[in-house]
């Protein structure tokens, strides 16, 4: 593999945390609440080897992400939204981390709820799940994250993720590490099983549902909350539609109303 790396630059890393809690979708919740404090708690780095750098183009990143996975030596955390991924990347993703299960090193991933009707990747979870890794999933967006021994993390630096950020300051991989967590303790277990689309289906639909309910009731769009979930237009459209009917809405707007409605009377 070739590991020549480009031009990279430092950033202040209080900078990144705050741009980071408005593209961490849902879990920025968590961030806002320690942004917050960020001033006292992430001083400046004092030099670039302990700090943040730009990493730019697939090749870069992917290198770099190698390169510190070969240093793993206790836990790797991984958040993989936008729903399923590619086979091939699947594939690529399982060798890079078959030998550190096999050695031992803990690893839990956090997929969206719609990664489990995607068959390439129930195989994947299988795979690293039998060596000993977790897997958990969630119905809302969550952005890219990868964090190594909380003390070194990858996270995007733009929204078409052509380049990210390279984290080696241990209070923000620690502060990432625990951003995790908190998205951790509220997600749902992947069972491995070879169970039909419907099954699964049975098992995240409420979540789903749920998650549709607030976007809406938040004026999202059908194309938005398509994007946030990780599911398909047409599926957004369909969940909409079973609303309408519960609700007994005639349209979206009266549905919003109504949904909004219910959540201000049960709460």
Same mark, same amino acid.
């Given at each position: 593999?070739?590991?020549?790396?480009?031009?990279?630059?430092?950033i202040?890393?209080?900078?990144?945390?705050?741009?980071?809690?408005d593209?961490?979708?849902?879990?920025?919740?968590y961030?806002?609440?320690?942004?917050?404090?960020?001033?006292?708690?992430?001083?400046?780095?004092?030099?670039?080897?302990?700090?943040?750098?730009?990493?730019?183009?697939?090749?870069?990143?992917?290198g770099?992400?190698?390169d510190?996975?070969?240093e793993?030596r206790?836990?790797?955390?991984?958040a993989?939204?936008?729903?399923?991924? &590619? =086979?091939?990347?699947?594939d690529?993703a399982?060798?890079?981390?078959? /030998?550190?299960? @096999?050695?031992?090193? !803990?690893? $839990?991933?956090?997929?969206q709820?719609?990664?489990?009707?995607?068959?390439?990747?129930k195989?994947?979870?299988?795979?690293?799940?039998?060596?000993?890794?977790?897997?958990?999933?969630l119905?809302?967006?969550?952005?890219?994250?990868?964090v190594?021994?909380?003390?070194?993390?990858?996270?995007?630096?733009?929204?078409a993720?052509?380049s990210?950020?390279?984290?080696?300051?241990?209070?923000v991989?620690?502060?990432?590490?625990?951003?995790?967590?908190?998205?951790?303790d509220r997600?749902?277990?992947?069972p491995?099983?070879?169970?039909?689309a419907?099954?699964?289906?049975?098992?995240v639909? &409420? =979540?789903?549902?749920?998650?549709i309910r607030?976007l809406?009731?938040? /004026?999202?769009s @059908?194309?938005a909350? !398509?994007? $946030?979930?990780?599911?398909?237009?047409?599926?957004?459209?369909?969940?909409v539609?079973c609303?309408r009917?519960e609700?007994?809405?005639?349209?979206?707007?009266?549905l919003?109303?109504?949904?909004?409605?219910?959540?201000?009377?049960?709460?």
């Amino acid at each position: 593999m070739n590991t020549t790396r480009g031009a990279t630059s430092t950033i202040d890393p209080l900078d990144t945390l705050l741009r980071m809690a408005d593209t961490l979708g849902t879990l920025s919740r968590y961030a806002a609440e320690s942004a917050e404090h960020a001033t006292t708690a992430f001083p400046p780095a004092p030099a670039p080897a302990a700090g943040i750098a730009y990493l730019h183009g697939g090749p870069e990143i992917t290198g770099a992400i190698h390169d510190a996975l070969r240093e793993a030596r206790h836990e790797i955390l991984t958040a993989q939204p936008d729903g399923p991924r &590619p =086979d091939a990347t699947l594939d690529e993703a399982y060798e890079a981390v078959r /030998g550190h299960l @096999d050695r031992g090193v !803990a690893m $839990r991933t956090l997929y969206q709820h719609s990664s489990r009707f995607h068959e390439a990747t129930k195989r994947y979870v299988g795979c690293v799940q039998a060596r000993g890794a977790q897997v958990r999933t969630l119905p809302e967006l969550f952005d890219r994250m990868i964090v190594i021994d909380r003390e070194v993390a990858f996270i995007p630096a733009d929204q078409a993720r052509t380049s990210a950020v390279l984290v080696r300051d241990t209070a923000v991989t620690g502060y990432l590490a625990d951003v995790f967590e908190k998205a951790w303790d509220r997600a749902e277990p992947y069972p491995f099983r070879p169970v039909r689309a419907a099954d699964a289906a049975c098992e995240v639909i &409420p =979540d789903l549902r749920r998650a549709i309910r607030k976007l809406l009731i938040e /004026g999202r769009s @059908d194309k938005a909350i !398509a994007r $946030r979930l990780g599911i398909s237009l047409r599926s957004v459209q369909g969940h909409v539609s079973c609303l309408r009917d519960e609700f007994g809405a005639q349209h979206r707007f009266q549905l919003g109303y109504l949904m909004g409605l219910a959540e201000h009377e049960g709460s």
